[in-house]
């Protein structure tokens, strides 16, 4: 486990009092509200409750009434409609929302999902002309577009009409779209910047059913895809997000769709949908048909109402899934041993013509966890053609540090957090170098550490099934709302040893309490971490319920450990 810098952040007494006082609720999680910029008790309220009052006007996104008209009028024509979207979650989610709401008003509409290894990402030009021989009139797409300038003027061309649903970073200039729906738009006043692609759709049949009213799928009973997406896109869990996730959530463990209630039956899950069970169980199977085989699958088991087929489908993306991990590891290896364990470079650029497209953002985000560096992996095709995914660590914006390298890339797009690009083998290396030089000047004043942060610390005691149920309140966590993390000082360590697959397993108290079982999943043994038996130590954690023997107990999930009295 590499050594984190320990950040507390910082807390204003007299708020966390009021808090504490107003809504009956412990001072640590008044301080956990304080460090999300929750200040009021009635913006706490909110933040507990996010009741569906809270979404915003989806017409105040640019181009709405363009694009909701533009659907009616293919539906009161009959026209052809085809949904194009992304491979990754949230683009087949996405495509599915749309794709459900429409023929559910009786459109005649299909749905299309680039192959990721033979057409790569986005729009391109042999699909649009294949669906204008179909006889598609309007293209909707999701999770790309904006930067489809090329691919949309042949569709014009072709009397294709286009819709653009997406949640990328724009040029100053817009594609020559119908409409482009994306609240980066410099000229968007949209009040929330932070929804996905599949949070769009929702708003853009949210918006149809406003005017013209829905046929038989209801927006809302859709809102499980949108929790899908937002969270295994990871956009910021704030504002309307939360809403829409934690309506999302309900409908997952509602069951309602037999798609997803295949797809927990193959991935062994029981207990309640959290965005934990999305982040780690239901996204990764998902994303594996794109990575490995075809996005469609997904679509396909989204939409399905046979119980049946949809078996089908999660038992293949069950197994696309394990080869994908096998794949992942093999690679992530291999790509370790080009990195010295002592001091990685500034940033972490490789390619290889022996690794496989669908993998390459995962084990981007794996050397990110590893070296805490910004890292770009790239699979070369056998033309020296490499495409790549990057990821980045907190601070570092990597669709501004890829602009500035725009001259070597062949293509590139994305966040400030994730990004893909296409490059010629030949000036990777160069790449590289340029890369490597906007980092090293970007961190100057920044410190090459991971930073772990503390929203508060606390007593042992203080740590109880009651704060548990009201930190439980503050779900969904993810981006924009991370998991609280609780630190305690001066622990004696009771028992340590190495449980399962290397996961360390301690009983601690802190001066007369009572003795808590702790776990630090993949840790390691106590001395392997470089503490010494019988030493204090000092501990950063989650709190969490865990069940057990028809009783609840209260376990610390360990986030990070050091001796007492070290500061970082």
Not at 34 to 59: C, I, K, N, Y
Not at 210 to 227: F, I, K, M, N, T
Not at 435 to 464: C, I, K, M, Q, Y
Not at 472 to 501: I, K, S, W, Y
Request: aromatic share 6%; hydrophobic share 40%; net charge negative.
């Amino acid at each position: 486990m590499q050594e984190k810098l320990w950040v507390f952040r910082p807390s204003d007494s007299v708020l966390q009092n009021d808090l504490s006082r107003r809504l009956s609720i412990s001072p640590v999680t008044a301080s956990i509200l304080l460090a999300r910029g929750v200040t009021t008790a009635e913006d706490a309220t909110r933040w507990m409750s996010s009741p569906q009052d809270g979404l915003h006007d989806p017409f105040l996104i640019p181009d709405m009434n363009a694009a909701v008209e533009r659907l009616h009028q293919a539906l009161s024509r009959d026209e052809r409609v085809c949904f194009y979207g992304d491979y990754d979650v949230d683009g087949v989610s996405a495509t599915s929302l749309y794709l459900s709401f429409y023929q559910g008003l009786g459109g005649n509409a299909c749905a299309y999902i680039p192959h990721r290894v033979r057409e790569g990402y986005g729009l391109n030009e042999g699909a649009v002309r294949r669906l204008a021989q179909e006889g598609v009139t309007l293209l909707v797409t999701s999770d790309c577009g904006t930067t489809s300038h090329h691919e949309i003027a042949v569709a014009r061309e072709l009397g294709m009409e286009v819709v653009v649903t997406d949640h990328h970073q724009t040029d100053a200039t817009m594609p020559p779209a119908l409409a482009v729906l994306n609240p980066h738009r410099r000229d968007s006043g949209y009040p929330f910047k932070g929804l996905c692609s599949a949070g769009l759709a929702y708003k853009v049949v949210s918006a149809y059913q406003q005017r013209y009213g829905s046929g038989e799928v209801e927006p809302d009973s859709c809102l499980d895809l949108v929790a899908l997406a937002t969270v295994a896109d990871i956009v910021p869990l704030q504002d309307e997000n939360r809403i829409l996730v934690r309506a999302g959530l309900h409908q997952l463990n509602r069951g309602a769709r037999c798609g997803i209630r295949a797809l927990k039956q193959v991935a062994g899950i029981t207990k309640a949908c959290t965005s934990e069970t999305i982040g780690f169980r239901l996204g990764p199977r998902l994303n594996a048909a794109g990575r490995l085989d075809h996005a469609m699958l997904c679509v396909q088991l989204l939409t399905t109402e046979s119980d049946r087929e949809a078996m089908q489908i999660a038992e293949r993306l069950e197994q696309l899934n394990r080869q994908r991990q096998q794949i992942e590891e093999e690679i992530t290896e291999e790509a370790g041993t080009y990195l010295k364990q002592d001091e990685p470079p500034a940033a972490i650029v490789l390619g290889s013509r022996d690794w496989h497209l669908g993998v390459v953002g995962i084990v981007a985000a794996r050397l990110v966890d590893r070296f805490h560096r910004p890292s770009i992996v790239i699979a070369v095709d056998d033309k020296g053609i490499g495409k790549g995914s990057a990821r980045t660590i907190d601070g570092f914006d990597l669709y501004q540090g890829l602009s500035e390298c725009r001259d070597l890339l062949d293509a590139f797009g994305g966040h400030p957090s994730a990004a893909g690009l296409t490059i010629k083998e030949s000036r990777v290396a160069e790449f590289r170098q340029r890369f490597s030089e906007v980092v090293v000047g970007w961190a100057t004043t920044a410190r090459r550490v991971p930073t772990l942060h503390v929203d508060a610390e606390v007593n042992l005691t203080d740590v109880n099934l009651d704060l548990i149920q009201e930190l439980e309140a503050l779900h969904p966590f993810g981006a924009g709302n991370p998991e609280p993390t609780l630190a305690v000082r001066g622990l004696d360590v009771v028992e340590a040893r190495v449980v399962g697959e290397k996961h360390l397993k301690l009983r601690v108290r802190q001066g007369r309490s009572f003795i808590f079982d702790s776990i630090g999943f993949r840790m390691g043994s106590f001395e392997g971490l470089g503490l010494r038996a019988g030493r204090p130590v000092d501990l950063a954690f989650s709190p969490e319920r865990n069940h057990w023997n028809g009783y609840d107990r209260v376990q610390l999930r360990i986030k990070a450990l050091r001796m007492s009295g070290e500061v970082s």
